[in-house]
């Protein structure tokens, strides 16, 4: 039989700061809503005054762009509110020591 060395796999107890979202993530997301949103904004100036058939396609990529992008980032925003704090009171739970550990195989 074959003897399984004891791992430390997820240990942030330690190190209570390190403990908190994922900042980048986060600004991945945002960044790609406010570029969706300068895209609408920039299709919709640019085509206002034309009148071919593909300006009027852009023109309307623009206007279905426009509440995606605002509706793309309602929602990581709350998300990334909630994100917060959920970290914060991890990180709360963990400093006043109220917390679990548990320890074992992982399968």
């Known amino acids: 039989m074959q003897t399984v060395p004891i791992v430390e796999i997820f240990d942030l107890i330690a ?3 390190r403990i ?11 960044i790609v809503g406010v570029g969706m ?16 058939e593909t300006v ?9 762009l426009l509440p995606f992008s605002v509706i793309w980032l309602g929602f990581t925003f709350c998300m990334s509110v909630g994100e917060v704090q959920s970290a914060r009171a991890t ?3 963990v400093q006043s020591g109220n917390y679990r550990t548990l320890e074992g195989c992982l399968e």
């Open 15 to 17: 190190n209570p700061d």
């Open 20 to 30: 908190g979202p994922e900042y980048r993530f986060i600004a991945l997301f945002l």
């Open 37 to 52: 949103l300068f895209a609408a904004f920039t299709l919709l100036r640019f085509t206002r005054d034309r009148r071919s």
């Open 56 to 64: 009027v396609r852009f023109r309307r990529m623009g206007w279905f």
């Open 91 to 93: 990180r709360e739970h």
